[in-house]
């Protein structure tokens, strides 16, 4: 019998598991790694045969996933034993494993002092450790990782060789006598000597600022409770408000900062072990957390320590215990991890980058030399129902998803804002990690190199090329570079068609589907700004049922970074022009005013994230966007998580145009923020829903997607679902990619496929 195992079957200890499964059978043959995935031959007996089968399916290892298995009868060479034979090249296939948190097994020995791997920052096995971040190509073997250059030591070998062994094919097995090693340096590169986790948090612990090198790149870390080391950090990179995400030792150790359900709790101590957004607790009972983590927003992103050197600096901050019952007790240390990424730029993974980059921005500097293949940054999911995805990287990515319909081989390269590329081969979609915004040379590079890296490592060749409809996004210029380098046809998708489409593709959804797309801005098919659109998707098209009210964008792109612009369009479009200058005492706002007297500079869009900017402005709320959506955050935060329903000013509705003015007309003079927030919610959630209702009635559709990174505020998403399941409508939502412009990719992959399949 001959079986061909397709999907996440690589650097996951599947080959290992296929051996003892069969040794326990009394089964003769092999198994080994290809392209494809694993491939195994067996002889015995009928009923053993079909017994490993169904164990097979049954018994997985923890990481393993099978998309597939083929099963051929056919003669056989006869066969002794079992064995696990040198791994086959050919055209990859199959997918490679997302990097995994340091497991139960590795910690044990990590914290025993009678271990030989104790206290050694780079250990793993089979069920954890680094995966995607280390690998050059398939198939998944040691040769081709950053490991190759790391001979194994005798003890370590041993462990590789044997099958009973839980480190038996480990492709990034080591210890301290053959693997990486750790050096503090100082910000000029000189060594510090002793201990370099000693070190470490004795800096930290004094106010220091030190960047890390992890899994998938470089942290910039302190004291999460040291305010003067907090406010350093955002001068140092110049991040005046965005939130820093932080790390605590274990569960218990979350319970006084944020509200903590459980299946938060268990993301969050899962192999992924991504951030979490979790609602923040009034007051922090043990210490005060420094007031500039999170500022003006009611949820924080917290974190788990989730590889082997993290674990060892909260276990020197325990003081080396011996009883492991601190792993389960509240810890002290807190600590926030942030991407160092100079302005915006790609998360730094080199040592000698790091030191020549980030030298002015720390006082020292944790290195290691494995080398990162594949930089990837942190995931982050906020909670929810469901959970949402907010960016995917280190343990979530690459993603692989089914795709349909069959279709050519095809590169989609998303939009400007979150990038993220996708990769179509047979039914198989291939996302790659967060790339980031294309508003820098690096990140461009880094585009670049993401394309090469992953059609090397997935073996695909193009013979189409997707992109968003703007001409001027970066992603789109090179998509038409390679479709003409390729000579393969290259097909534009408009935004908000894609990012209903993504959430169709995810959902396998086919037939018409009606989808509500709101977000920042996309380009329209008439060559405006469109944001707050509702949209019928059939087959390849899409016909634009209605979209919310155009407002005008004083100063063009520069309305979406100062929000009080907005705010001054909404006094404009109310007949309040002169009250502009009074109430939005901002550098310009006289000549804003002249702009939307004169119609000059004032290009119309139907984004709702803008009106989301207004209002929040309007109400006093934030003037400026240091930050992308922050004006909308906080606007969201200031709710509190709730809508005022009873003192809401329903927009209104003719012919599919949404006008949200009449609810802005009721919120203008507001003296309580807060209850404007929350009546502007409850009067949005209400209008939505007629909105779509009224379109279910005139459609005859009951299914409804929503896309666009308006629905990562949780408050409208989850009061809009309620509602219209309350009607007996079905809603879909992005769950395993963002609902953001990092799932574009997938959407225009799936238009792409639907285009080239007429």
């Known amino acids: 019998m001959h079986l061909s195992v397709l999907g996440l079957v690589q650097g996951v200890g599947f080959r290992p598991f296929v051996y003892g499964l069969a040794q326990r059978l009394g089964l003769d043959g092999w198994v080994a790694n290809d392209g494809e995935g694993v491939q195994i031959e067996l002889e015995g007996e009928l009923p053993n045969l079909q017994r490993f089968q169904q164990l097979l399916h049954q018994e997985l290892p923890p990481l393993a996933l099978i998309d597939r298995c083929e099963v051929v009868e056919r003669p056989l060479q006869p066969e002794r034993g079992f064995r696990i034979v040198q791994s086959r090249a050919t055209e990859a296939n199959t997918s490679v494993a997302a990097d995994a948190a340091v497991c139960p097994d ?55 060789d044997n099958p009973s062994d839980r480190r038996f094919h480990a492709q990034p097995n080591a210890c301290a006598r053959c693997g990486p090693e750790l050096t503090l340096v100082d910000s000029a590169g000189e060594t510090v000597e002793g201990d370099p986790i000693e070190s470490t948090l004795r800096a930290l612990r004094r106010g220091d600022i030190l960047a890390i090198k992890g899994i998938g790149g470089f942290h910039l870390v302190c004291d999460a409770d040291n305010s003067a080391a907090v406010e350093r950090l955002r001068k140092r990179k110049a991040r005046d408000a965005k939130p820093f995400a932080v790390m605590v030792a274990n569960r218990a150790s979350l319970e006084s900062l944020v509200e903590l359900d459980e299946a938060s709790a268990r993301r969050l101590e899962s192999s992924a072990a991504p951030i979490m957004l979790l609602p923040r607790r009034q007051r922090d009972s043990t210490r005060l957390l420094a007031e500039g983590l999170a500022p003006g927003l009611d949820s924080l992103g917290v974190m788990l320590p989730y590889s082997p050197l993290h674990q060892l600096i909260f276990f020197e901050a325990a003081g080396r215990p011996t009883d492991a019952g601190w792993r389960s007790e509240p810890q002290s240390l807190r600590l926030v991890m942030t991407s160092a990424n100079p302005a915006g ?27 990162i293949d594949c930089r990837c940054d942190d995931s982050v999911v906020q909670a929810g129902t469901p959970p949402m995805v907010v960016r995917r990287g280190r343990g979530l990515a690459p993603q692989i998803l089914p795709l349909i319909p069959e279709g050519p081989p095809l590169l989609a390269l998303g939009g400007w804002f979150k990038n993220s590329i996708c990769l179509a081969k047979q039914q198989r979609a291939y996302v790659s990690p967060h790339i980031g915004d294309l508003n820098n040379a690096n990140t461009c590079r880094f585009l670049e190199q993401s394309v090469e890296h992953m059609r090397r490592l997935f073996a695909v060749t193009p013979e189409a090329v997707a992109c968003d409809l703007h001409p001027d996004f970066f992603s789109t210029r090179l998509a038409q570079q390679l479709a003409e380098q390729w000579r393969v046809p290259l097909v534009a998708v408009q935004h908000h068609h894609a990012h209903i489409a993504a959430v169709m593709s995810e959902h396998r959804l086919s037939g018409p589907v009606l989808g509500l797309a709101l977000d920042g ?13 509702l949209l019928l998707l059939e087959g390849a098209g899409y016909q634009r049922l209605g979209q919310l009210r155009s407002l005008p964008l004083p100063g063009g792109d520069r309305a979406a970074r100062e929000p009080w612009r ?40 139907s984004s709702a994230g803008r009106w989301f900017d207004g209002v929040a402005a309007l109400l006093g709320v ?29 927009p209104a509705l003719e012919n599919g145009q949404l006008d949200l003015l009449p609810l802005v007309s009721a919120l203008v003079d507001e003296a309580d923020p807060v209850r404007g927030a929350q009546r502007f919610h409850g009067a949005l959630v209400i209008a939505l829903e007629q909105w779509v209702m009224e379109a279910v009635q005139a459609t005859g559709l009951e299914r409804v997607a929503l896309g666009g990174g308006c629905f990562l505020n949780r408050l409208l998403r989850e009061t809009l679902c309620q509602r219209l399941r309350q009607n007996g409508v079905k809603v879909y939502l992005g769950e395993q990619l963002p609902c953001n412009d990092a799932g574009l990719s997938l959407g225009q992959a799936w238009v792409a496929r639907q285009r080239l399949a007429r």
């Open 106 to 160: 590795c910690l044990n020995e990590l914290f025993d002092p009678a271990n030989r791997r104790y206290r050694y920052p780079f250990i793993n096995c089979t069920n954890c450790g680094p995966r995607y971040t280390i690998t050059r190509r398939l198939p998944y073997d040691r040769p081709y990782t950053s490991m190759a250059e790391f001979q194994l030591c005798g003890g370590c070998q041993q462990e590789y």
């Open 345 to 371: 730029e790609p998360l730094v993974i080199d040592n000698a980058e790091a030191l020549a980059q980030l030298a002015g921005f720390v006082d020292g500097l944790l290195l290691h030399n494995r080398a």
């Open 521 to 533: 801005i996309g380009l329209g098919e008439d060559g405006s700004a469109w944001g707050g659109e």
């Open 566 to 605: 907005i705010a001054a369009a909404l006094l404009h479009l109310l007949g309040r022009n002169q009250e502009i200058e009074s109430r939005l005492p901002y550098p310009g706002s006289p000549v804003v005013a002249q702009m939307l007297r004169q119609g000059l500079n004032c290009p119309p869009t």
């Open 622 to 650: 934030c003037a400026y966007n240091q930050f992308e959506a922050r004006a909308a955050m906080s606007l969201e935060s200031l709710a509190a998580g709730r809508c005022d329903f009873q003192g809401a000013h329903l």
